[in-house]
């Protein structure tokens, strides 16, 4: 029987256990002061290719199942919730200009968010505060989470398309025309539209493996 890093099956075992997500910091909690980057690079190859997958998002790091065999094991629960077209701007700000506060995203739509448009967001776990601005006034800011890129499938926020992108890949159609052009403001600090003129279904799939 060939034996195994010992650091390797711990940090297998204290991601098995965990019931999110973890960074680097939060696995040496679990098992030590030791090479816990090596650990997961090692269990990153690994598991590649095989029926669950170590992947990282943001700083975290979980396993999950591969992408190509989700189906057969995901029963969706599918709950409809509308996202106002200044909900949508608001998240393509934040994603891509973060950590941003009330009042910069409101410099970069060139209008007012009412106050429940970052609640709808955070309430989504899309978006969460991210500490206060060492300014006068110390205005609260914005970031993304770790929810936020899986749901979308991204590694960091370097992975964020562009516009160009979506449209090569075929992914974008006439319902997510509001989100497309959201990303373009944000991406070139131009200003959005109405808020309250346009809404778009969104949906979010939970899914328990």
């Known amino acids: 029987m060939i034996e195994q ?3 390797m099956r711990a940090v297998e075992a204290a991601l098995f256990a965990a019931d999110q997500p973890l960074t680097i910091e939060q696995l040496r909690g679990y098992v030590g002061d030791v090479d816990v980057a090596a650990a997961l690079q090692a269990l990153q190859e690994h598991y590649a290719g ?8 943001g700083r975290h790091w979980h396993f999950q199942t591969a992408l190509d065999l989700s189906h057969l094991l995901r029963r969706e629960k599918e709950e409809m919730r509308k996202l106002s077209r200044a909900a949508v701007e608001t998240l393509a700000i934040i994603a891509y200009h973060e950590p941003v506060s009330r009042a910069e995203i ?5 209008v007012q968010i009412s106050k429940g448009t970052l609640d709808v967001l955070m309430e989504a776990g899309w978006v969460k ?10 205005p609260l800011i914005y970031a993304t ?3 936020f890129l899986t749901h979308f499938g991204l590694e960091s926020r370097r ?7 979506l449209k090569a890949a075929g992914l974008l159609d006439p319902v997510d025309m509001a989100f497309e052009e959201a990303m373009d403001a ?4 131009e200003n959005g539209g109405d808020d309250e003129k346009m809404a778009n279904e969104v949906e979010i799939n939970d899914s328990e493996a």
């Open 129 to 138: 505060p991210a500490g206060r601005r060492e300014v006068p006034g110390r």
């Open 5 to 7: 890093d010992p650091v």
């Open 50 to 57: 095989r029926g669950i997958e170590l992947v990282k998002r």
């Open 159 to 165: 992975d964020l398309p562009g516009i160009d992108d």
């Open 145 to 147: 989470t770790p929810e």
């Open 186 to 189: 944000a991406a070139e600090d």
């Open 106 to 110: 409101e410099a970069i739509r060139g």
